[in-house]
């Protein structure tokens, strides 16, 4: 069971993300600089993890598939990020959520077996959940463009992607090693994509590095090292339900710091999602009761 909560709790942390991201754009900073002091942060505090707590030797063999895993991650960020240029939060979040079906899919695919009836119900429960704690049905008119549209699912696919191969890619290492060479693959491809300036023009130090401390912390180096831990034991599928515990940590976030209005419809969506959560959950506990 602890592997599911070590899961459990790195969706949670990447909840806090959103509502952190939205104060440090308030207070003046930019996607470029937000997204790459998070990344630079979560390297630097996985490096000195790995330092502290596991000097192993991470092999050639190694280093560019959990590199690739990286990259997944990465891309996810960028592309749900842009897609929220064209798409309204509410929708950009019920795209990206799509993750949950496509991690069933992939694993089902892969390893040739059938979901379980508690998946397929969880995947249809999270589903409908996600759309009413996004919001989308609150009533408001709203224009998206498909550009927008597909970046959205391609966060989704690549967050999908992120979470299968981490539990498939050299297993057999330490979690911080493992995780600090992904978390380097993310933070070089988000440098090309967006040099870090804040490291010339003065900006880290004028107040940036607070919000991407944070933002490091919370995004990377928690769900990075705890789906190291976890992943590998639960399978992707069941990883993929846990993993829409961020969106609920994030309705509520909002709620806490921004003082965004949750309404009746969300509620409902947040507790249909943590029954969606559960459901696979009691089939386990009623499996390991047996044994016992």
Same mark, same amino acid.
Request: charge should be positive; proline fraction near 3%.
């Given at each position: ?144 463009? +498909? ?5 959205? *699912? @391609? ?7 992120? !979470? =299968? &191969? %981490?539990?498939? /890619? ?37 107040? +940036? ?5 944070? *933002? @490091? ?7 990075? !090292? =705890? &789906? %190291?831990?976890? /992943?590998?034991?639960?399978g992707g599928g069941m990883a993929t339900i846990l993993g ?49």
């Amino acid at each position: 069971m602890k592997y599911y909560l070590f899961v459990f709790l790195g969706a949670c942390s990447y909840g806090l993300l959103s509502t952190i991201t939205k104060l440090a754009y308030g207070a003046g900073y930019t996607v470029n600089e937000v997204t790459a002091s998070q990344m630079f942060f979560g390297w630097v505090f996985t490096f000195v993890l790995m330092l502290m707590f596991s000097r192993h030797k991470v092999g050639t063999k190694h280093i560019f598939p959990l590199l690739f895993v990286g990259v997944f991650s990465c891309l996810t960020g960028v592309l749900y990020y842009s897609s929220l240029q064209t798409v309204p939060a509410s929708i950009a979040i019920v795209l990206l959520f799509q993750f949950t079906w496509i991690g069933v899919i992939l694993e089902a695919v892969v390893t040739r077996t059938f979901p379980s009836k508690e998946k397929l119900i969880s995947i249809a429960i999270l589903l409908v959940g996600t759309v009413l704690a996004g919001g989308v049905l609150e009533g408001a008119t709203f224009e998206w463009t +498909l550009a927008g549209f597909l970046l959205g *699912l @391609g966060s989704a696919l690549t967050f999908a992607l992120f !979470i =299968f &191969f %981490s539990g498939r /890619v050299a297993t057999e290492l330490p979690a911080l090693s493992r995780s600090f060479v992904v978390v380097t693959g993310a933070m070089l491809l988000i440098f090309i994509i967006f040099p870090p300036a804040f490291f010339t023009n003065g900006v880290l130090f004028d107040g +940036l590095w607070k919000y991407g401390m944070f *933002l @490091g912390f919370f995004g990377m180096v928690i769900p990075t !090292i =705890f &789906f %190291s831990i976890g /992943v590998p034991k639960i399978g992707g599928g069941m990883a993929t339900i846990l993993g829409a515990a961020e969106l609920p940590v994030a309705v509520l976030m909002s709620m806490a710091l921004l003082r965004e209005q949750v309404s009746v419809w969300q509620w409902g969506g947040i507790i249909l999602i943590l029954i969606g959560i559960a459901v696979p959950q009691i089939r386990l506990m009623r499996t390991e009761k047996r044994r016992g």
